[in-house]
């Protein structure tokens, strides 16, 4: 297998400029004579099911009216998802229509250089105005008509932003002194509408919130929104169910559940969201008992009440998200533009809240795979949809380049879902499984890197365990979902004798979709050698699995970027 398996690998790079060549979108019979507007919305780290239109535990506590309009005079997309679940990557993706490894963005240091930024390009190209507003985080300067974006991650209180002027990039700021991001975020795309473009010509505003990313820190108008609401538990975040997960994220016989995947209790020695919340008494301190000290509860004490707290602020943040949607669909409405202009609302991808009491996001698992996606558009899109084919990131790009008529650079991977949208059908040849990887491995929030698949009843996940130089080694292991029986992902069923089939079916397609979105090897070759010697997972790689993992432990679950004042030691958690 793994001789066959680098064998194909060659081929494929042999042959990978000719697979995506001369890619075109959509077809200019079905514009329509005035091109649309369009408005693509998208936050930071907004779970699908933080919007309540997705129905989820939190939709009768914490509604999102505004998102949930899109979605009602519209589509909602129940399968959207990332390739890689971290800011820079999708973001990344999301301009260019191709997987990080392809447009050189693995991880947060990733950039694209403005001749590389495909989607602003072609919508110019188009004949649309077009503007950046808000989150940016991919450092080169955004070639748009117009721009004006945070620096980095950004401030969510008085926040600087960069904009074009005399000097050149990123010299040029200005800052909105008693502001939250939100709120000037959407003034200046308001601003922006109203007096700044060109009349007569159509837009393409891309409207980027900060918000929700940690540490939530929302804008004190919603302080007691949510005070006296206990929000609903996920069932796996105190039963962390044994039969979820794999010796890669729990460590042989679980000797490395307090160091792998940040936690909501103080289960993660080296960060946790128990230890984290004392650096933000802002937001977080009305949640606790007065002088609160950790140690002086229990286990299970310490996780309800963080996950109180992260929820609430998370919530707090989501509703400042929903207020300023509804400024924009209010100013759309009232210019007469709404119905001319395609709405979409996402987020770069999912988010944990809680779930396998895991915080953050990067997992492969289903809440942070996910990404939201409503779309409004009266003209094409039928009101009241729930469709479920599988749509990735990579077709963002695609898909809105199709309603504007414009051309889809040659190298792009995605594919558009105009049609789907349109129909409600999907066409023959659509996709059946959507890829993923994530390369940071260990680093910010202690996620084993890994790579996976998902199809619409089904999710095969490896993960390899290594950095890109194949260093901290942490143990492999492969993980298979059955998300029709079990969508909570409870029960990884990889050694499940009645599984076996489906479980080498989907090995085997995971090999095959590697080499069709050009994940060959030849990107990392260490890690890739890592990938390629435990792939057959035999009775060797699991017992070399189990060495690995002990030797990570007697590391004392080191990775490349331990916090040094968040380490315990020498006063291990009891239960978790």
Known sequence: MKTKYAFRCFLQRLSQSVLFAGAIVGTAASLSAKQPNILYIMSDDHAAHGISAYKSRLSEVAPTPNIDRIANEGALLENVFCSNSICTPSRATILTSQYGHNNGVFDLSGTVKPEDQMLAIQMKAAGYQTAMIGKWHLKEEPNFDYYCVLPGQGKYHNPTFRLQGEKPWPNNTIKKDGFHSSDAITDISLNWLKNEREEG??????????????????????????????????????????????????????????????????????????????????????????????????????????????????????KGVDDNIGRLLAYLEESGELDNTIIVYTADQGFMLGEHDYQDKRWIYEEALRMPFVVRYPAEIKAGQRLDALVENVDFAPTLLDYAGGKLAADAQGKSIRSILASGQEPADWRDATYYRYWMHLYHHWNPGHLGLRTKTHKLVYFYGCGYDGEYQTPPAWELYDLVADPQENKNLYDDPAYADIAKELKQKLADLRLEVGDDGSHHPQCEKVVQEFWDYDAADRARAIEISKEYLATDGKGPNVPKKRRVKKKPVTKG
């Open 201 to 318: 010509k159509p837009f393409f505003l891309m409207h980027h919130f900060k918000a929700p990313h940690d540490y939530f820190e929302f804008a004190k108008r919603y302080k007691t929104y949510l005070a006296d609401v206990e929000i609903p538990m996920p069932e796996n975040m105190l039963d962390r169910k044994k039969t979820h997960g794999s010796i890669a994220t729990r460590g042989h016989n679980d000797e490395l559940v307090h160091y792998l995947g940040t936690s909501i209790g103080p289960r993660n020695q080296h960060r946790s969201f128990t230890s984290t919340m004392p650096d933000f008494p802002e937001t977080f301190a009305a949640e606790f008992p007065e002088n609160y000290d950790p140690a002086n509860h229990s286990f299970e004490e310490n996780t309800k009440l963080a996950y109180q707290a992260y929820l609430k602020a998370f919530l707090r943040c989501v």
